[in-house]
């Protein structure tokens, strides 16, 4: 979308609570469970429908929920399920939104763009934040609830062709009537693929991968990543893409997976021996491998 075709009124809009984010994630990049891979697939199904669907008087699911811990996905699919159907996505920023006490103009300017641009997915992140349950106190309560009972009433006016996406890794503290608007959910859990699998996942086809890790070492990291709470696909993939930015800057396309288990030793702080050609016993210490 160039933003420059827009008027004045919907470009400033855009500007003052839309966040730009990077949308090139092919859908096959995205790592779920068989559960949510079914989901996803049926959701497509229904949008690439959409038109025969509604002329039978049947509604395509076009609201969907995605709750679990932080990194485990929610974003990363959003902006591949926006790449894949071709939508424009548009990434609201929570914080501009709830800056103002005009908090349900602010809601209200956000799907009129919406609405206007048609085809798009629409997210709303952290939206706990806004839709909270009701029966919680403070001081801004009303606030809240006008800008809560704001999401409702132009939830029921979006444009048809508009996808609406909403984010939470504190699924308790939603308002019910706020949850029961959806008509997909999906809950995102911590990783239970095999690492390999995930580094795999996360490699770039310009980048090979050179499996020099021993065996010892991946059952201790397995063991240990199924107990550390923070793990997220989210970090894996930080570890495999600073994996890439080292062996670009060191003049190659090989990627060691040895090198990313001792980064990966290093976030979860455990202290392992692994062994290289020019010491069988190296101690790697926590310090980040460059």
Not at 18 to 27: A, E, S
Not at 28 to 40: A, F, Y
Not at 122 to 128: I, K
Not at 180 to 199: G, H, Q, S, T
Request: hydrophobic fraction near 40%; charged fraction near 25%.
């Amino acid at each position: 979308m160039d933003i420059n075709t827009l008027s004045k009124e919907y470009r400033d809009i855009y500007g003052e609570f839309i966040m730009p984010v990077d949308t090139n994630i092919k859908l096959e990049s995205v790592i779920l469970s068989d559960e949510n891979k079914e989901k996803i697939s049926a959701f497509i199904r229904e949008t690439q429908y959409r038109d025969k669907l509604l002329a039978y008087g049947l509604q395509p699911m076009n609201r969907i929920l995605m709750y679990g811990a932080s990194g485990t996905g929610k974003t990363f699919l959003s902006k591949a399920l926006s790449n894949h159907l071709g939508y424009t996505m548009l990434y609201v920023d929570i914080a501009k939104a709830l800056s103002e006490a005009t908090v349900a103009m602010n809601i209200s300017k956000i799907f009129k763009l919406a609405n206007h641009l048609g085809h798009c997915l629409l997210m709303f992140d952290e939206c706990d934040a806004i839709a909270w349950q009701r029966d919680t106190g403070g001081a801004d309560t009303g606030t809240i609830r006008r800008a809560t009972n704001s999401i409702f009433q132009y939830l029921d006016q979006m444009n048809k062709t508009n996808i609406f996406v909403s984010a939470t890794n504190m699924l308790h503290r939603l308002d019910p009537a706020f949850e029961r608007r959806f008509n997909l959910k999906m809950e995102f859990r911590r990783p239970e693929i095999d690492i390999k699998d995930a580094i795999k996942h996360f490699i770039y086809p310009k980048f090979k991968i050179i499996d020099d890790v021993d065996q010892t070492t991946v059952d201790i990291i397995s063991r240990r990543a199924s107990q550390y709470a923070k793990l997220s696909y989210y970090e894996i993939q930080g570890l495999v893409e600073r994996a890439m930015k080292r062996a670009v800057m060191n003049d190659t396309n090989e990627v060691s997976t040895a090198d990313i288990y001792k980064d990966l030793a290093v976030a979860m702080r455990v202290k392992i021996k692994f062994q290289t050609a020019d010491d069988p016993e190296e101690i790697f210490e926590n310090k980040l491998h460059y």
